[in-house]
């Protein structure tokens, strides 16, 4: 019923972060921000279930950004009052640009610390205040021992994906991180599952955690083809002209990693003829609605977005959906081609797959449990064959050092931070919304989130 239906603000969020949810597109919360913001904004410590797509950036970070928002920012430099630790760095770029999204009407300033990146320009954020820090353990680590990263003010611990990081051998890491944070703090865990090592380390650093849990929602609709042609990088941008000169009219969003490569992608398909727009994190919220408007009105068949800016983009049968680039995240694919084939409506994903790309075919094809068909277009046959088997490059295949600083500090005494059991919440009996990927609010509405 309608009236079972909550809204933002029933959840008690200021009227700041509101607006900023209304601009970018949101308007009802997921399950487990209806269970997880009232209980942080109450200051309880939280363990959360929640699979990539259910909306758990918001979860924590709406009422982090109000809990930090009471007092007035400091002037000058200052420590960070909140740390949000990921496993990796593009979970860290997209959890801080989610959370300046949110913050957009207030004063607070977001930083984040990640390997395979130069020292120094982090240094001087550092240097500059920090109020929010999100940063990927083992570079975290070297600006804390060359006393860059002071922890000694932080109110709010966060650990996003905790179980990721339990995997990538982070646990003597946190806990050197944990030793240096004040004791009394309040500490949200979210994890993909509640097993026995996520509960054991909920004891041994949180205090009297409530606990919520969602089911996964990345579903996928039958109704949508998938198809891949391998093809060298170098002739995507050629391969992609031919595709959408000879076999397709109607309107299609195409998803690429970076924003200069999607905002270069869109001006290279307009000279060839294909009138396009591009949205990403680098233009305002006016730009990027008179681009939307554009491709909305027909004006533009093509748009081409970035992951963290499609979100909260509502497009109604949409027939066709392109990855230029694959994802670095294989959920993400579902978040992107749940843009089409919705409602019954029948769709088509296609995948440009590179060589140097099929390992992340191999995880997305893990994760449909489903083999996606390869289709050769003659006269762009890739200079080598696509390998499924290759080992996943741990940074993406950018080259430097692993993403998120993937390596293992070295072990330390930990001091505890109080221990307890952690107790179930009752969870608000509101609707299930659907949904995939979602790194904001509106994950698992109407498709219309990251």
């Known amino acids: 019923m309608t009236s079972d239906i909550r809204t933002f603000e029933s959840l008690g969020l200021s009227q700041g972060l509101l607006r900023a949810l209304a601009a970018s597109g949101y308007t009802q919360p997921t399950p487990i921000q209806e269970q997880a913001i009232p209980l942080i904004l109450a200051g309880h410590d939280v363990l959360g279930a929640a699979q990539t797509g259910t909306g758990k950036t918001a979860a924590f970070g709406l009422p982090l950004l109000q809990r930090l928002g ?43 610390i990640f390997g395979g990146a130069g020292m120094q320009p982090q240094i001087d954020n550092l240097r500059r ?56 703090r309040q500490t949200l865990l979210f994890s993909a599952t509640f097993e026995a090592r996520i509960k054991a380390l909920a004891l041994e650093f949180m205090r009297d955690p409530r606990q919520v849990e969602v089911a996964a929602q990345n579903t996928i609709a039958d109704t949508i083809v998938h198809r891949a042609h391998p093809v060298d990088s170098a002739a995507k941008r050629d391969l992609l002209v031919d595709i959408l000169s000879k076999r397709h009219t109607e309107q299609v969003l195409i ?65 066709l959906v392109i990855n230029h680039d694959l994802p670095m995240v294989a959920e993400d694919y579902v978040h992107r081609i749940g843009r089409t084939g919705r409602a019954g409506a029948t769709g088509e994903a296609l995948s440009l797959v590179s ?67 952690p107790r179930s919440a009752q969870p608000h009996a509101g609707p299930q919304v659907p949904g995939s990927r979602g790194r904001g609010p509106g994950a698992g509405r109407r498709d219309t989130r990251a």
């Not at 080598?384 to 072990?411: E, M, S, T, V």
Request: with cysteine.
């Open 70 to 112: 009471k007092e007035t920012p400091a002037r000058g430099p200052r420590k960070p009052r909140a740390l949000v630790l990921v496993p990796t760095r593009e979970l860290a770029v997209q959890v801080a640009e989610s959370i300046k999204e949110y913050g957009h009407h207030m004063k607070l300033n977001v930083t984040t």
């Open 129 to 184: 205040g920090v109020d929010i820090l999100v940063a990927c353990p083992g570079r975290l680590l070297d600006h804390m021992q060359s006393g860059h990263a002071k922890l000694d003010a932080v109110e709010m611990l966060i650990l996003d994906e905790a179980d990721r990081m339990l995997d990538m051998g982070f646990l003597p890491s946190i806990k050197r991180v944990l030793a240096r944070v004040p004791k009394e």
């Open 255 to 319: 998803f690429g990693k970076t924003k200069h490569g999607c905002n270069r992608l869109a001006e290279q398909l307009e000279k060839s003829g294909l009138p396009s727009v591009a949205i990403h994190g680098n233009k305002s919220q006016a730009q990027r609605q008179k681009a939307l408007d554009a491709f909305k009105s027909g004006r533009a068949r093509i748009l081409v977005a970035t992951d963290v800016a499609a979100r909260g983009l509502d497009i109604p049968n949409l027939p």
């Open 355 to 421: 060589p140097e790309e099929g390992a992340l075919l191999r995880d997305i094809q893990k994760m449909l449990k489903a083999e996606i068909e390869m289709v050769v277009v003659p006269g762009f046959e890739p200079s080598r064959p696509i390998r499924l088997d290759a080992p996943r490059p741990p940074n993406g295949g950018r080259g430097g050092r692993p993403a998120g600083d993937q390596r293992p500090a070295r072990p330390s005494a930990h001091r505890g931070h109080g221990k307890a059991q």
